[in-house]
């Protein structure tokens, strides 16, 4: 973690700022994998973009090869010879995560027949378990839905992370661990924010998956 972590600030002066807390952010969330917990993610426009990028770099290979358990491996050979062999030989480990924006169909429902501004807090009952983290991306902070996901998570026991910009706001001062990235302005707050969750993505995947 030392390592990536000075990786990123060499490469990104502006946030040694942020240093304690993505550290912070990546042990609570690392310690909610360990535990066998998911990772929940929240975040609106360019930042439900970031949250399917986040997924996508957790759910299979990032940097380090994540080859399956070989009794894994072999358990599928025994059910089909022919297809447990491409399994075996194509699958990765993940580290679970779930994009709350990626929804379509449910999300249109529950915006249609119910509170549109609920709709991540309502994934996040469904979803959540105690132990899991949620992940609230926010450039400004304040934004609503995200705001309602974080609550939902607190009430059910799961760690709230946020990845806002500099401002205070009401997500830094609900989350038990927030990012604020050096800017205001929300492109400049996205673009760093984008080095950061690789950042973090590369902690995990080194702490799961890159023993010898």
């Known amino acids: 973690m030392k390592e990536l972590l000075q990786t990123l600030t060499d490469r990104y002066p502006a946030l040694l700022s942020c240093r304690k807390d993505i550290e912070a952010s990546a042990q609570h969330i690392g310690d909610s994998f360990a535990r066998g917990g998911k990772l929940l993610i929240a975040g609106n426009g360019g930042s439900a973009a970031d949250a399917e990028h986040i997924v996508g770099e957790l759910m299979k ?38 994009a709350l924006d990626g929804h379509p169909a449910l999300s249109t429902a529950f915006q249609n027949d119910c509170e549109p501004q609920l709709v991540f807090a309502q994934q996040v009952i469904g979803y959540g378990r105690e132990g899991d983290a949620l992940l609230a991306i926010s450039t400004s902070g304040n934004s609503e839905n995200v705001l309602y996901a974080a609550i939902a998570a607190k009430a059910k026991g799961m760690a709230v992370i946020g990845l806002t910009g500099a401002r205070e706001s009401r997500l830094s001062a609900l989350a038990d661990t927030c990012i604020r990235v050096p800017a205001t ?28």
């Open 185 to 212: 302005e929300t492109y400049q707050v996205q673009e760093l924010h984008l080095p950061v969750y690789h950042a973090l993505c590369m902690m995990w995947e080194k702490r799961f998956f890159g023993a010898g």
């Open 61 to 98: 290979s990032f940097v380090l090869p994540r080859p399956l358990d070989a009794s894994l491996m072999e358990r599928m050979r025994k059910i089909d010879p022919q297809r447990g062999a491409l399994l075996a030989q194509h699958l990765q480990q993940g580290l679970p995560a779930i």
